[in-house]
C-alpha cells in the first residue's frame, strides 16, 4: 500500500482559495483510482473529486470551483480550491485505489469562515 500525506489545509475566508496536496510514497502511474473525500462533522465522508480510469469525476456541489490535477513525476494530487463556501468546511482525505489496495491519507482540515 502507499503511504498518503495531505497538506494545503487552513482558514479562509469565502470567496477565497486553497490548494491541497497529496504526496504518495511510490509512483501513483496507473491506480486504477485517486482523489479527494472530505468529511464535516456529523456527517458522512463523500467524494469531491477523483481520477478514475483515465477521467475525472466531481461531486456537483465542487463543479466549476474546484479542480483536480496530478504530476505524475512527482506523486503528487492537487485539489484547486476557488470561490470556497461556508459548506465546504471538512477534512479533506486523499484516497488511492491500487488494485485490491486502498489507502487514505491523515486529512488536512479546511475551514472557510463566513
Known amino acids: 500500500q502507499v503511504h498518503l500525506v495531505e497538506s494545503g489545509g487552513g482558514l479562509v475566508q469565502a470567496g477565497g482559495s486553497l490548494r491541497l496536496s497529496c504526496a504518495a510514497s511510490g509512483s501513483i502511474f496507473g491506480f486504477n483510482a485517486i482523489g479527494w473525500y472530505r468529511q464535516a462533522p456529523g456527517k458522512q465522508r463523500e467524494l469531491v473529486a477523483v481520477?478514475?480510469?483515465?477521467?475525472?469525476n466531481y461531486t456537483d456541489s465542487v463543479k466549476g470551483r474546484f479542480t483536480i490535477s496530478r504530476d505524475n513525476a512527482k506523486n503528487t494530487v492537487y485539489l484547486q480550491m476557488n470561490n470556497l463556501k461556508p459548506d465546504d468546511t471538512a477534512v479533506y482525505y486523499c484516497?488511492?485505489?491500487?488494485?485490491?489496495?486502498?489507502?487514505w491519507g491523515q486529512g488536512t482540515q479546511v475551514t472557510v469562515s463566513s
Open positions: 484516497e488511492a485505489q491500487d488494485g485490491p489496495f486502498v489507502s
Open positions: 481520477f478514475v480510469r483515465g477521467r475525472t
